[in-house]
């Protein structure tokens, strides 16, 4: 007769490993399911990519202790409406050209990335584009143009001339602004946008 404990067993520890190793396996799956329905465009947080035909800005909510993102009327970007799969496909070519770009080696995105230049989450909404009616012109020549188009806010920190086409600017410019409408549960803090009064 064996007087051995059950869990002291090296067959009872085996089996508590396979079932914490599914269980986990399970859980992982259910989270990760769940992030992806929370994260994908066109969701409650993030806006489908259409968003880039409407005017974004941001309000304090008191009560929520954060800023939200507020989508208004038209706003159309370059002066044309998009539709659905137009705005995909111009956002799209910003995500590759800032991923090809390696934009992340010197700024955040959504808190992501290197800390050398300004974070790029809200950077549709920066008060650094002086206007409204020239801040697509002066992210166009900013873009494609840097050297000569500085934008360095005090710092003296100059973006390198990256070689960057006009249609990659334009889906850029299209990417920041689709970024600046995802709800980033208050991130970055304190942010003023352009549409802010003083």
Not at 67 to 94: C, K, N, T
Not at 163 to 185: C, P, V, Y
Request: glycine content about 8%; hydrophobic content about 40%; proline content about 3%.
């Amino acid at each position: 007769m064996n007087d051995e404990p059950l869990w002291a067993s090296e067959s009872f520890w085996k089996k508590v490993a396979i079932w914490v190793t599914a269980g986990s396996f399970l859980i992982l799956v259910v989270l990760t399911m769940d992030s992806l329905s929370q994260t994908s465009a066109g969701g409650k947080r993030v806006q489908a990519y259409s968003v880039i035909n409407k005017k974004i800005d941001y309000q304090y909510q008191e009560k929520l202790h954060k800023s939200i993102p507020v989508i208004g009327g038209d706003e159309f970007l370059f002066g044309q409406q998009f539709s659905e799969e137009e705005a995909r496909q111009l956002v799209d070519l910003g995500k590759k050209t800032s991923q090809a770009k390696n934009c992340m080696n010197c700024h955040t995105l959504l808190g992501n990335g290197a800390y050398y230049a300004p974070d790029l989450t809200k950077a549709w909404l920066d008060k650094g584009w002086i206007g409204t009616d020239v801040r697509e012109d002066l992210m166009m020549k900013f873009l494609m143009d840097p050297e000569n188009n500085a934008r360095t806010y005090g710092s003296n920190r100059k973006m390198p001339n990256l070689g960057i086409t006009e249609q990659e600017a334009k889906g850029l410019i299209a990417f920041l602004k689709w970024m600046s409408s995802i709800d980033t549960n208050g991130f970055p803090y304190n942010f003023k946008t352009i549409y802010a009064e003083e």
